[in-house]
T-cell receptor
Framework: GAGVSQTPSNKVTEKGKYVELRCDPI?????LYWYRQSLGQGPEFLIYFQGTGAADDSGLPNDRFFAVRPEGSVSTLKIQRTERGDSAVYLC?????????????FGNGTRLTVT | AQKVTQAQTEISVVEKEDVTLDCVYE???????LFWYKQPPSGELVFLIRRNSFDEQNEISGRYSWNFQKSTSSFNFTITASQVVDSAVYFCALSEENTGNQFYFGTGTSLTVIP
């Protein structure tokens, strides 16, 4: 079946602009996660959705970052007033239940470059 | 403090050599899970294995084996008779009962298998 799909695969934007990154999880997966991976680092947690609600957004670095999942499926990560330090690969993952023993299924990521 | 430490940043081996990737974790929970993921050059993180804190049996899957030792808080990964296709970045990750939805990743070990 289809895996986690992320669009766009690459996004170049100018400092100060607004960007939206989209994630389409595996069908039927109730849990959705956003992670950020900087060069040479492991993925860092940003936010976790269980259904439509953000169950844990403690990883969002500041209020420029926001994410939604209005119908409990597709999610959009939104970044306002982008800064060069936001440049990274943004990874989306989903899991069937969100339980701690449920492996995350990752998409290919969106590489964001802020110039 | 880093919850998952992968001290080896880069490893190079010649094809057919065995290689062990180290992972040390830190947690106060008695219930937790450990994972290994592979990230090939294409970028998508691929789940390899999961281990729960109550099961210290070593596991073998083909050329892959995992050694879980609670006494040393380690969950090491060995590839036997390495192949060029094993070249990738490997991440160890931890999920805990008390912070369930935040999977903590190490910084990764980049493995290069030289033909």
């Amino acid at each position: 079946g289809a895996g986690v799909s992320q669009t766009p695969s690459n996004k170049v934007t100018e400092k100060g602009k607004y960007v939206e990154l989209r994630c389409d999880p595996i069908s039927g997966h109730t849990a959705l996660y956003w992670y950020r991976q900087s060069l040479g680092q492991g993925p860092e947690f940003l936010i976790y959705f269980q259904g439509t609600g953000a169950a844990d957004d403690s990883g969002l670095p500041n209020d420029r970052f926001f994410a939604v999942r209005p119908e409990g499926s597709v999610s959009t990560l939104k970044i306002q007033r982008t800064e060069r330090g936001d440049s990274a690969v943004y990874l989306c993952a989903s899991s069937p239940t969100g339980s701690i023993n449920s492996p995350l299924h990752f998409g290919n990521g969106t590489r964001l470059t802020v110039t | 403090a880093q919850k998952v430490t992968q001290a080896q940043t880069e490893i190079s081996v010649v094809e057919k050599e065995d290689v062990t990737l180290d992972c040390v974790y830190e947690t106060r929970d008695t219930t937790y899970y450990l994972f290994w993921y592979k990230q090939p050059p294409s970028g998508e993180l691929v789940f390899l294995i999961r281990r729960n804190s109550f099961d210290e049996q070593n596991e073998i899957s083909g050329r892959y084996s995992w050694n879980f030792q609670k006494s040393t808080s380690s969950f090491n990964f060995t590839i036997t008779a390495s192949q060029v296709v094993d070249s990738a970045v490997y991440f160890c990750a931890l999920s805990e009962e008390n912070t369930g939805n935040q999977f903590y990743f190490g910084t990764g070990t980049s493995l290069t298998v030289i033909p």
